[in-house]
């Protein structure tokens, strides 16, 4: 272990060095995730004006306007009661609500008597956003009148996808950023890695005391060191700056260890199918990149189609961020369980890209001995 | 070392080779690209695994873990630099890695720094140097723990001259030192300056060793001549002309010329001329040179070492 730790601490030297490093794994993500976020939407989240006609007047009724207007959602959804059908449609016409539901009469009896109930959205074509976002809620409301179940809390997973959650545009943008930096923070490790056997230092490291084992040890340790680093102060930097919620402590360390393994494999796994540093470096920029646009770090997924956040899931580095999204919608109500899919997905990746480049780098060294 | 063999799929790199350096004793490797010589040094080395043979040092095996590596010291020939670490950055670090701590990490590190004249610039970034000092620092990291094999693998390509003799001279030192030096070049100069003993590898086989005088006799000849006839199929010619006539032992091409290998070269010329006048082929220059290594490695390899 002794060789592997020289190995370390030699590594994180030269990446302390780089300041192009510093300013790619740290300042950057920091400076846009105030801008975007603060640009978009302050630090106030997302607000939505939702009008009610209530035609019903039922208890069952009035609990989806009580639905609307729980704790969870002051400040984000807005209510406005509308007494009419016609109202309710002149004022999302006019733009004094972005979205309006009519609960008509007869709405109350159905629930109570198990039958088929709905509630009708009114909205203008371009009001995406809130259709979507009301959409949610009411299909929620109607998931849980028919489950018994109106006054429970809301389900963690179903949160990023409701109009705003308790997730914000700033919560969002540095989950985003923080992911998206990540695979380059941890690229320019990569990156060293492979100059490494560019340069042949490499032969002297197998040539030297050290077991091949330690040499492997030293350089991952390095690696996963910088990611978490960069990670952790990311994580610490937007808490106090911008009051980010990053969400339960414990499974987000652990979807923390897997995005930077993810990372880790992603990167090595792109750079090892380059000829040299410069073209892997080149490479991996460009396929992060797109992989950045797919993942959708750049969109919020509030009003946008289902297809996007397919998408994005595709990814590693979606499955990443919206494994902190979800995660920081959950709030303390989150757990392993919320984030089970992205810990797994963003694990194999990591695993398989490392094991994938490792065999590559065998054949280089073969190659050049 | 002996019985070395190492192949990559069907492709037979190393066939078997075998030498012994005695301490104190530069042996050169030289072979034309892709004889097998970064091959052979390579396992030698223990970086690359062997199909078959040994290697060991003052008796232990290099197989036999940390402590057999130590004894050995490699300068691969690329330039293996930290370039982001200064120079006593770089010292330090694979003195650690040859488990050097303390004060005589500190003083091993001067000394190899003083050796290679690098002192006054111990502390700067080490791609703020110049090609020649960069080498020079290479060859530090492969000294400075002192080993019993040091390899060499062309450590001069591409230095200025005042760094190729203050590489000379380290390794003077170091073989007046007991260390012994395996080393490779494709300068022919400094295999006859440096090399008491020389190994020729063609196709991973070592083709002919022994010292320059041994080697030079061997040609069984006195001379060379080396006749300029300008591109063409007079050279072809001139081959089939001159190698039907009594005394040539053997002639081959080079660019523009044909060189004749003859017993009692510079008296063979008169008859040699004449041949080819005969031929209607016109000598544009005429050389003859007293053989030295270059032409043992022409003779034994049918390449030039550049080539």
Known sequence: ?369 | MHGLKKSFGSRVAVDGIGFAIARGEVYGLLGPNGAGKTTAISMIAGILARDAGEVSIDGIDIDAGPPARALVGIVPQSIALYTDLTARENLNFWGRMYDLSGERLRLAVESALSAVGLTPRADDIASTFSGGMQRRLNLACGILHQPKLLVLDEPTVGVDPQSRSAIFDLVERLRDSGTAILYTTHYMEEAERLCARIGIIDAGKIIVDGTRAELVAGLGQDARIEIGLGRGEGLTRAVSVVDRLEGVRSVQTLDDHIIVFADHGAHRLPALLSALLNASLVAESIKVVEPNLEDVFLHMTGRALRD
């Open chain 1, 1 to 369: 272990m002794h060789h592997a730790w020289l190995i370390c601490l030699k590594d994180l030297r030269q990446r302390l060095r780089d300041h192009t490093a510093l300013i790619v794994a740290i300042v950057a993500p920091l400076a846009l995730t105030a801008l975007i976020g603060m640009s978009l939407s302050g630090s106030q989240g997302i607000r939505m004006r939702l009008g009610i006609a209530d035609l019903d007047g039922t208890a069952v009724s009035h609990a989806f306007v009580e639905f609307v207007q729980r704790p969870w959602l002051k400040g984000i959804v807005v209510v406005q009661k509308i007494a009419s059908r016609t109202a309710a449609q002149a004022a999302v016409e006019r733009r004094d609500v972005d979205c309006a539901v009519v609960i008509d009469q007869g709405f109350g009896n159905a629930a109570s008597d198990d039958k088929s109930k709905s509630i009708e959205i009114l909205a203008v074509g371009n009001a995406q956003f809130a259709l979507q976002a009301t959409r949610a809620l009411v299909q929620d409301f109607l998931q849980r009148v028919a489950a018994n179940r109106v006054d429970q809390p809301p389900v963690a997973s179903v949160t990023p996808r409701s109009p705003g959650g308790s997730l914000r545009m700033i919560d969002f943008f540095a989950a985003s950023m923080t992911v998206l930096f990540l695979t380059f923070a941890v690229l320019s490790g990569v990156r060293a890695l492979q100059a490494e056997v560019d340069s042949r230092t490499i032969l002297r490291l197998i040539a030297s005391p050290a077991d091949p084992i330690a040499i492997v040890a030293g350089k991952f340790a390095a690696l996963l060191l910088v990611g978490l680093t960069q990670m952790s102060v990311m994580i610490v930097a937007t808490s106090l700056l911008f009051g980010t919620r990053w969400g339960n402590p414990l499974p987000l360390a652990a979807l923390v260890a897997t995005s930077v393994l993810m990372a880790i494999g992603l990167t090595a796994f792109l750079m090892s199918l380059a000829k040299n540093a410069e073209q892997g470096t080149a490479m991996a920029a460009i396929v992060i990149s797109l992989l950045s646009i797919v993942g959708g770090h750049f969109l919020p997924p509030q009003g946008l189609p289902d297809i996007f956040e397919t998408l994005a899931r595709l990814t590693p580095n979606g499955q990443a961020f919206y494994g902190f999204v979800d995660l920081s919608a959950a709030g303390r109500n989150g757990s392993i369980v919320t984030i089970a899919q992205p810990l797994l997905f963003t694990g194999v990746v990591g695993v398989a890209g490392s094991v994938f480049a490792a065999f590559r780098a065998r054949s280089a060294l073969q190659r050049i001995t």
